[in-house]
């Protein structure tokens, strides 16, 4: 069964910095497109970055530059380094992992980043 944990999320001031955490389980990153996506208020949800089974990464044109995804196997988690927050930042941000053969998704429940002073 596949379970997705998110932790990290909170309230901060613009300018800072926040680190998200997905704890992923009956999954492997090697078959797995690992990604985490955002949600606001009344907007649709949006990438905010990927890493496939090969390391590639992709990131969201508003986040570009601010943000960086990594993995660690060992652990097998996923983490959002997101760097100089902007109130327009403030989303429920959720993990995903597709499979890369199938397209079968997975959406953890969320967690909140609220960045205002």
């Known amino acids: 069964q596949v379970q997705l944990v998110e932790s990290g999320g909170g309230l901060v001031q613009p300018g800072r910095s926040l680190r998200l955490s997905c704890a992923a389980s009956?999954?492997?990153?090697?078959?797995?497109?690992m990604g985490w996506y955002r949600q606001a208020p009344g907007k649709q949800r949006e990438l905010v970055a990927r890493?496939?089974?090969?390391?590639?990464?992709n990131y969201g044109d508003s986040v570009q530059g601010r943000v960086s995804i990594s993995r660690d196997t060992t652990k097998n988690t996923i983490s959002l380094q997101m760097n100089n927050l902007k109130p327009e930042d403030t989303a429920v941000y959720l993990c995903?992992?597709?499979?890369?053969?199938?397209?079968?998704?997975?959406w953890g429940q969320g967690t909140q980043v609220t960045v205002s002073s």
């Open positions: 995903s992992a597709v499979h890369a053969v199938t397209g079968q998704n997975h």
């Open positions: 009956g999954i492997s990153f090697n078959l797995y497109n």
């Open positions: 890493i496939v089974p090969n390391g590639r990464r």
